[in-house]
């Protein structure tokens, strides 16, 4: 199927994680959009100028790997948590039950906005105690929290990058996650050209654990979850505009 326009440049396979032409490898295992890297760059030095070391948690994620954690939250092998950070009993749970108890934190295989390479958790290893094991959970990025001061830098200045938070707050999907951002020029690309029947071909095609109740409520979780992000703020400069 042809899409139109600008959207042409995006291989559907980049889509749902399972092409990997576009990274750069900012370390041995973190990846990124190549054509995020300049303003990502910017980003870091404008950090290091108030003593934050910024630095990528989780950059791209390949479909294989999001499917291998999804099944080991589905299967029980990893714990699945609850946005206060409490460990929800899933053996307790329906199928369904245990399929949105996942979507609060996890991503479908290839409906993750990591796939793209332009969505990155970040976090200050600076700013962390020695030895302090990083948990992605929303209090280390609260005030109280480790990571306070380099929350209320990016909401200051990660828009001058062509930053946004896209779960800037929880709107009944995903959980808010202060550490997730979202390079707006490729990422408004990517998400227009985000096509539910690839991805219930793709899913039908693979082993993922609780595969008939995914299916069944693919349109629900397309609204609750894929499609229901905080729209990006106005003050986020277009690519256009970008100088990196
Ligand atoms: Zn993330």
Redesign the pocket.
Known sequence: MQKTNHINSINPAQILGQDEKHLYYVSERVAIHQAMKNAFDAMVYAAKDHNIELTI??GFRSFDRQLMLWNNKFSGKTPIKDSAGNIVTSAELSPLELMHSILLYSALPGA???HWGC???VYAPNLLAQGYQLQ?EPWEYSEQGPLAKLSAWLIQHAHKFGFYFP?ANFQGGVAK?P???SYLPLAQQYQQAFDIDLLAQTLSRSCILGKSVIIENLDDIAKRYINNVCAAPTNVILAKDLEY
């Open positions: 948690a989780s993750s906005r990591h969505d990155i958790d992605l779960y996650e550490w997730h951002i």
